[in-house]
C-alpha cells in the first residue's frame, strides 16, 4: 500500500484526463460525473493519507528510467501541505467550471487538459527528487497552455504565446541548473540534502540564480511576471487555476524545496544569496500592489494583486528563519484561498452581469449579495486585517523578519498593506456603498457558481479563526518547520 | 612498375570525374562524370588487390559487385535526367540554369 | 539467428514479390511482410537482449575471408525503430499511395521502393564490411532518391536530381576511402580493422569516408538538397527519409569512429565534426523558422535535429568516471537517433493527412485544420514535445543524457547548445501549432478515416514512451557497446 497510495492519487487526475480526451463533445453528464468523481476520490485518498502520516505511515514509490533520472513519489508533511490544497480548490474549481461552461463546445478538450495540469500539479507536490520535479513541473507548463489558448481568440492566443515565451526559456535554465547541479553531486533526492562542497561557492551562486529563474517565471516574481496579466485573456476558471491551484503555486512551492530541500537554508545563508532574493521579493511584492493599483480591469488587478501576493511566499522561505517560513507557508494555503474566491467571484459578475471594469461594481451589493459579500471577505483578508487569513500570514511573516535580522521587511510589510488597502478598499466602498447605475441587470441566483466561493470564503475565515488549532495551516506548517527543518 | 602505372591512371580518373561532378551543369555530363570517378577508383583497387604481387581475388569480386552498383545508379540517373528534359524541356538543374 | 537472416532477406523478396502482382494483392503483401518484419525485429531484440550481440558468418566464413552480419543492442535497437516506422508508414501509404489519388505510377512505385529501402536500411544496421555497407548505402540512396522522383513533376524530378548528385558524390568519397584502407590493411570487416596496425594512408581514407557520409547525412554544409527533396517526396515517402534514411549513414560514422579506427580521433577532428553539428542546429532552426511551407518546416528541422547527433563525438564518454551516469553521452546521441526517428516520421504522415485533407500544406490553409483533425493536431504536438526535448518523452532522454555528459565532461558549451536549440525548436514548431488550432471556421476539409488519423499518433505515443520507460532501451543499448564510448575518443 505504501508505494501504491501517492500513484494512486496521481491517477486520481490523471485517468479522468486520458479518458475525457476521448469523449464526445455532448457527453456531458458523464465527462461531469468523471471529472467530479476523480476529484471526490483525490480528496478522500489525501484525507486517508493525512491520517496515516498522522500516525507514523511513509509513501514512497519508485520508477526508474535512464540512468540519473529518478521518478521518485514520495509523501512529506510540505507535500502534504501543497496536495491538500490543490486537491481541495480542484474540487471546488471543477463545480464551479462545470456550472460556468454549461453546454459551451471544446470542453472535452478543456476538462481533459484541466485534469492534466492538477495531475502534474499533485505529480509535482509529490515529487521526491530534483529531476521528477522538472518533469512535472514541463508537464505543468504544457498542460496550462491550451487552457489559457481556451478561447482561441486573439487575445487568448498571443497570451499563451507570451506564456509559452516565458515559461520555455525559465524551464531551459531550470534543466541547466539541475544538469550542473548533479554533474558534481548526483541525483539529488529531497530526503538526502546533497553534499555542496564539491561545488565552488561561486558556481553554487550560480545555480541557485539559475534555480530562482526557473521556478521564479512561474512564481511571477519581477521582472519574470508579464505572463501573468496577460493571460487574464482566459477563462475564469482558468485564472482561478493558474493563480491559486497550479501554476504560480508550483512556482512558490519551488521555490520552498530549492530552499530548503536542495540547497538548505543553513547554506543559502552562507552563500549570501538569501538576502537578495527576499531584496527582490519585497520589490516584487511593492511592484505587484503599484501596478494593481493602476488597473480597471477586476481580473487585471487581481492579477497583479497575486505578483504582490505570491511574493509573500518567496519572501518567507528567503528569509530562511523558522518564522518566517512558516509564514511562507501558511501563506501558500492562505493565498490561495483568498485569491480563489475573488477570482471565483469576478467571474460570476462577468457571466451573470457582464461586469468587467471596475466601474461597473457600482450598487452591485444589492444585486448580487452573496458574491459580493464573498469578494468583501477575500479582499479584506488580502489586506490583511485580523481575525482573516491574511493578516496570520503577515504576522508570522514580520516575526520571521526580525528573528532573521531583517527589520526592513516590516516597512515592506505595512507599505504592501497599505496598497493593499488602496486598490481593494475602493472596490468594496463602490460595492456596498455607491448608487447602481440605472441599466444594470443581473444577479447571482446560480447556486452552483455561488457554491464554491461561499466555501473558500468560509474557509478565509476558518483558517484565521481556528489558526491556533493543530488541524489548520498554521498548525501543519509549523509542524513542518519543527518536523523538517529542526529549530 | 605496371602497376603504378594503373594506381595512377586510376588516379587521373578520379580527377577527371570529381571535375565533372562539381563544375559541369549538364546533368548527362555529370552522370558520365560520376560513372568515370568510379572506374577511376576500381581501377585503383585492382592494383591495390595486386600489390603483393599473389592476386588477391576479394577486390575483383568487389570491382564486379560495384560496376553493378554504379550501373543501377546510372541507369536510375540517366531515367530521371531524361523526365527531367521531357518535363521541363532542360537539362541542368533549375538553379544552375546559365540561361535564365 | 533466424531472426536475423529474416530482417534483411524479407523486404528484399517482398520487394520483388510485389513487382509481379495487381495493386490490391501488392498492398497486402507489403503490409503482411511489414507485420511479418515488426515480429522478427522483435524477435532480434530479444535475441540480443538475452544473449548478447547476435553474429552471424555468411557460408561460415570468419572475416576476412568472409562476410560476417551483427547485431548489437544499437543495431538491434535502430532495427525495431526502423520496422515499427514502416509499420506507420505502410499503414497510412495504404490510403494515400492509391491510384486516384497519386496517379497509377507512383501507386505501383511507392511499394517495391519502400520495401527496398527498408531491406537496404536493415542491410546497413546490421553490416560489419565496409564493401558490404557501401553496397547497403548506395542501394539506400538508390531507393530514396527514386523515392522523391516518384510524384514526376519538373520540381520533384529536380529535386531527386539535385539529391542523386550529392549522394553519388558521397558514395565515391566513401568508397575511395574503402579502396585506400583495404590497400594499406588488406581487410574490410570493422573488427579486424579496429585491431590493425596504424598506417599513414588511414587518415585520408577515414578523411574520405567520413566526407562521403557527411553528405549523405545532410550534416551542414551538405544539407541543401535535404529540404527540397524530403518536400518534394509524397509524405509517408518524406517520413522514411527524414526519420530513416540519414540514420543509416549516421551509424556507418560511428562504426567507424568508435569500432573501426577509434585511434583516429584527435581533438581536432572531432571538434570539427562537432561544430559543423552545432551550426547544423543553429542554421537548419532559423532556416525552418522563416518557411511558409509545413513539409519544409519539418525538413529542415531534420537540419537542426540530425546536428545533436553529431554532440557524440566530443562527448561520448568524457570524463567518464566523474558520473555513474555519464558515459551516457554515446547512449544519449542513440536515444535522439530513436526517438527522432519516431517523431519525425509522426510529423510527416501527419503532414500528409494534412495535405489530404485541405490539398496544400501552406500554413495559411491549414488554419483551424485542429477542429477536423484533432487526432492528427494532437499527434504533431506530442511529436513536437518530443523534438523540442521536453519531458517525459524520449527527446528529453537523451537531452538529459548528453546535457549531463557535457557537463561531466568540463565541456559546457554543447550543454548551451542542447538547451538553445529546444527553444529554437519550441519556436519553430508553434507556427504550424498556431495555425492548427487557430480558431477559423473551415468547411473545405474533406474527410479523413479514423485509421489513417490514428496511425501518427501512436507513432509519436510511442516516441513519448520511449522516454517513460527508458530503462529498458537505455539497457539494450549497452549491449555490446563498442569500449571507446565508454572510455572516451
Redesign the interface.
Known amino acids: 500500500m505504501s508505494a501504491a497510495l501517492p500513484v494512486l492519487i496521481l491517477l486520481s487526475s490523471l485517468i479522468p484526463a486520458g479518458v475525457t480526451f476521448f469523449l464526445a463533445q455532448d457527453s456531458h453528464r458523464f465527462r461531469n460525473m468523471l471529472n467530479l468523481g476523480g476529484a471526490t476520490l483525490k480528496l478522500g485518498l489525501i484525507i486517508w493519507m493525512l491520517r496515516a502520516v498522522a500516525d507514523g505511515a511513509s509513501y514512497e514509490a519508485t520508477l526508474s528510467l535512464a540512468p540519473g533520472l529518478v521518478m521518485l513519489l514520495r509523501v512529506d508533511a510540505l507535500a502534504l501541505l501543497f496536495i491538500s490544497l490543490s486537491a481541495t480548490l480542484w474540487f471546488l474549481t471543477t463545480i464551479y467550471a462545470i456550472a460556468y461552461f454549461g453546454t459551451k463546445a471544446e470542453l472535452s478538450r478543456f476538462f481533459g487538459f484541466f485534469s492534466l495540469c492538477v495531475a502534474a500539479t499533485t505529480g509535482l507536490a509529490l515529487s521526491g527528487s530534483l529531476i521528477s520535479f522538472f518533469i512535472f513541473f514541463e508537464l505543468l507548463t504544457l498542460s496550462t497552455w491550451p487552457l489559457v489558448a481556451h478561447k482561441q481568440d486573439k487575445p487568448s492566443l498571443a497570451a499563451a504565446r507570451v506564456y509559452l515565451a516565458y515559461a520555455l526559456p525559465g524551464s531551459a535554465a531550470l534543466l541547466w541548473a539541475i544538469i550542473w547541479l548533479e554533474s558534481a553531486t548526483g541525483p539529488v533526492l529531497f530526503t538526502d540534502p546533497p553534499d555542496l562542497s564539491t561545488l565552488e561557492p561561486g558556481a553554487l551562486r550560480a545555480i541557485f540564480v539559475l534555480f530562482i529563474i526557473g521556478v521564479g517565471v512561474k512564481a511571477a516574481i519581477v521582472p519574470l511576471h508579464g505572463w501573468l496579466p496577460t493571460a487574464m485573456a482566459a477563462p475564469a476558471p482558468v485564472s482561478a487555476l493558474l493563480h491559486a491551484v497550479a501554476v504560480v503555486k508550483a512556482g512558490a512551492f519551488g521555490v520552498v524545496r530549492i530552499i530548503y530541500d536542495v540547497f538548505g537554508a543553513a547554506n543559502v545563508v552562507a552563500l549570501g544569496v538569501g538576502l537578495p532574493l527576499a531584496a527582490l521579493a519585497s520589490v516584487t511584492i511593492i511592484w505587484g500592489s503599484v501596478r494593481a493599483l493602476q488597473q480597471d480591469e477586476i481580473k487585471k488587478r487581481l492579477a497583479f494583486s497575486t505578483v504582490s501576493q505570491v511574493s509573500y511566499i518567496v519572501l518567507g522561505a528567503a528569509l530562511a528563519s523558522p518564522l518566517a517560513m512558516i509564514g511562507g507557508l501558511v501563506h501558500l494555503i492562505h493565498q490561495g484561498l483568498m485569491k480563489i474566491t475573488l477570482f471565483f467571484c469576478a467571474g460570476i459578475y462577468d457571466e451573470r452581469a457582464g461586469i468587467k471594469t471596475i466601474a461597473g461594481l457600482n450598487g452591485m451589493g444589492a444585486r448580487m449579495p452573496w458574491t459580493s459579500a464573498c469578494f468583501s471577505i477575500g479582499a479584506i483578508g488580502m489586506i490583511g486585517l485580523p481575525p482573516l487569513a491574511g493578516f496570520v500570514s503577515k504576522f508570522y511573516l514580520g516575526l520571521g523578519a526580525l528573528e532573521a535580522g531583517a527589520p526592513w521587511v516590516l516597512g515592506v510589510l505595512v507599505a504592501s498593506t497599505l496598497l493593499n488597502a488602496a486598490y481593494f478598499l475602493p472596490l468594496l466602498y463602490r460595492l456596498w456603498f455607491l448608487p447602481a447605475a440605472e441599466d444594470t441587470t443581473g444577479d447571482d441566483r446560480a447556486p452552483a457558481l455561488i457554491g464554491p466561493a461561499v466555501v473558500t470564503a468560509l474557509a478565509t475565515f476558518g483558517v484565521g479563526m481556528l489558526a491556533a488549532s493543530a488541524i489548520s495551516p498554521l498548525g501543519w506548517a509549523t509542524l513542518i518547520v519543527t518536523r523538517e527543518y529542526g529549530p | 612498375m605496371n602497376l603504378t602505372v594503373f594506381a595512377l591512371t586510376g588516379a587521373a580518373l578520379?580527377g577527371l570525374?570529381?571535375y565533372g561532378?562539381l563544375a559541369l551543369p549538364h546533368?548527362l555530363r555529370?552522370v558520365i562524370a560520376?560513372n568515370l570517378?568510379?572506374s577511376g577508383?576500381f581501377l585503383?583497387?585492382g592494383a591495390?588487390?595486386a600489390?603483393v604481387g599473389v592476386l588477391?581475388a576479394?577486390?575483383q569480386a568487389?570491382i564486379i559487385?560495384?560496376i553493378v552498383?554504379a550501373l543501377?545508379?546510372s541507369a536510375?540517373?540517366v531515367g530521371?535526367?531524361v523526365?527531367?528534359a521531357r518535363?521541363?524541356g532542360k537539362v541542368v538543374?533549375?538553379d544552375e540554369d546559365p540561361s535564365p | 539467428m533466424t531472426a536475423l537472416v529474416v530482417v534483411v532477406t524479407l523486404p528484399l523478396l517482398a520487394a520483388l514479390a510485389v513487382l509481379v502482382l495487381p495493386e490490391r494483392a501488392r498492398v497486402k503483401l507489403a503490409l503482411g511482410s511489414v507485420a511479418l518484419g515488426v515480429l522478427a525485429a522483435l524477435m532480434l531484440a530479444r535475441a540480443v537482449w538475452q544473449d548478447g550481440a547476435v553474429l552471424l558468418t555468411l557460408g561460415g566464413w570468419a572475416p576476412p575471408l568472409g562476410i560476417a552480419l551483427r547485431a548489437d543492442g544499437l543495431a538491434a535497437a535502430l532495427t525495431l525503430m526502423s520496422a515499427l516506422v514502416m509499420a506507420a508508414v505502410a499503414l497510412a501509404a495504404r490510403f494515400e499511395m492509391r491510384t486516384r489519388r497519386v496517379g497509377a505510377r507512383a501507386a505501383f512505385g511507392f511499394w517495391p521502393l519502400m520495401l527496398l529501402l527498408w531491406g537496404a536500411l536493415n542491410a546497413v544496421y546490421v553490416s560489419r564490411d565496409l564493401f558490404n555497407l557501401y553496397v547497403g548505402i548506395e542501394l539506400l540512396s538508390l531507393a530514396a532518391v527514386a523515392l522523391v522522383a516518384l510524384s514526376g513533376t519538373a520540381q520533384a524530378l529536380a529535386a531527386a536530381l539535385r539529391y542523386m548528385i550529392f549522394a553519388l558524390a558521397g558514395s565515391l568519397l566513401y568508397l575511395a576511402g574503402v579502396v585506400l584502407s583495404y590497400a594499406a590493411h588488406g581487410t574490410l570487416d570493422i573488427g579486424l580493422l579496429g585491431e590493425r596496425i596504424p598506417a599513414h594512408s588511414d587518415a585520408l581514407a577515414l578523411g574520405l569516408m567520413t566526407a562521403g557520409l557527411l553528405a549523405k547525412t545532410a550534416l551542414f554544409p551538405f544539407h541543401v538538397w535535404l529540404p527540397t527533396a524530403h518536400a518534394a517526396a509524397p509524405a509517408p515517402a518524406s517520413a522514411l527519409l527524414s526519420a530513416l534514411v540519414p540514420k543509416a549513414s549516421f551509424l556507418i560514422l560511428i562504426r567507424l569512429w568508435f569500432e573501426a579506427m577509434p585511434d583516429l580521433a584527435s581533438p581536432p577532428a572531432i571538434l570539427m565534426l562537432a561544430m559543423l553539428g552545432a551550426v547544423a542546429v543553429i542554421w537548419g532552426g532559423i532556416l525552418a523558422l522563416v518557411q511558409k511551407r509545413l513539409k519544409l518546416i519539418v525538413a529542415y528541422s531534420t537540419v537542426a535535429q540530425l546536428g545533436y547527433l553529431f554532440m557524440v563525438f566530443p562527448l561520448a564518454g568524457g570524463a567518464g568516471s566523474a558520473q555513474p551516469w555519464s558515459a551516457g553521452a554515446w547512449t544519449g546521441a542513440m536515444f535522439h537517433a530513436l526517438s527522432h526517428g519516431l517523431a519525425k516520421a509522426a510529423m510527416f504522415l501527419a503532414a500528409g493527412i494534412c495535405i489530404a485533407a485541405v490539398g496544400s500544406d501552406r500554413l495559411g490553409d491549414l488554419r483551424g485544420l485542429a477542429r477536423q483533425l484533432p487526432m492528427t493536431s494532437f499527434a504533431f504536438a506530442l511529436a513536437a514535445i518530443t523534438l523540442m526535448g521536453l519531458p517525459p518523452s524520449g527527446g528529453f532522454t537523451a537531452k538529459y543524457l548528453l546535457m549531463t555528459s557535457s557537463f561531466a565532461a568540463g565541456q559546457w558549451p554543447w550543454a548551451l547548445l542542447l538547451a538553445g536549440g529546444g527553444l529554437l525548436a519550441a519556436a519553430y514548431l508553434y507556427r504550424p501549432m498556431a495555425a492548427l488550432f487557430a480558431r477559423e471556421a473551415r468547411v473545405t476539409a474533406r474527410p479523413i478515416p479514423r485509421v489513417w488519423q490514428a496511425v501518427p499518433l501512436a507513432l509519436a505515443a510511442l516516441s513519448i514512451l520511449l522516454g517513460v520507460l527508458s530503462a529498458t532501451p537505455f539497457d539494450l543499448l549497452q549491449i555490446a557497446r563498442p569500449e571507446p564510448a565508454a572510455e572516451g575518443l
Do not use: E, K, N, Y
Open positions: 578520379v570525374g570529381v561532378l546533368l555529370r560520376f570517378t568510379g577508383l585503383f583497387f591495390a588487390g600489390r588477391d576479394i577486390p568487389l559487385t560495384g552498383v543501377s545508379a536510375l540517373a530521371l535526367v523526365a527531367l518535363s521541363s538543374l533549375p
